[in-house]
């Protein structure tokens, strides 16, 4: 089935392409550019699944030491399904393995909670 354009003098043609508008008040047009500040990148990817099963790997960049390594991985530890933790000060990893379904929102809302308490 091919497409067909409207019928009617008043009819727009279907727009194909978008490109930047240009500013008319500037000589040689130059493109409009916006104000706004950038914004924060997302916390996970779009097509991160919310919830998973196995093992996954956490950056915590706040856990330098051994005791609050300790104090993360009692708090990830109190996650129901979670199943073991390795926290690594040296390099700031946290390694979660689940044997149920956990929410990754769950994982990252008890590490930003011990995390706070490194700041203070």
């Keep these: 089935m091919r497409w067909c ?3 009617g003098a ?7 392409r978008q490109f930047p ?12 550019v916006s ?11 779009r097509h ?8 996954t790997t956490f950056h915590v960049p706040a856990m330098t030491d051994r005791s609050r390594a300790a104090a993360l991985t009692a708090a990830i530890a109190g996650i129901t399904g979670i199943a073991a933790v390795e926290a690594d000060p040296a390099t ?16 990252a809302a008890a590490i930003d909670a011990v995390a706070a308490t490194f700041e203070s």
């Design 21 to 32: 508008r240009r500013d008319p008040g500037v000589p040689g047009g130059n493109l409009v």
């Design 92 to 107: 700031g990893c946290v390694a979660v393995t689940t044997e149920l379904p956990v929410d990754r929102a769950d994982v």
């Design 5 to 7: 354009p409207p019928r």
């Design 48 to 55: 991160t699944p919310r919830s998973f099963v196995g093992s």
């Design 10 to 16: 008043g009819a727009a043609a279907p727009r194909t």
């Design 35 to 45: 104000r706004e500040p950038p914004q924060e990148p997302p916390m996970m990817m």
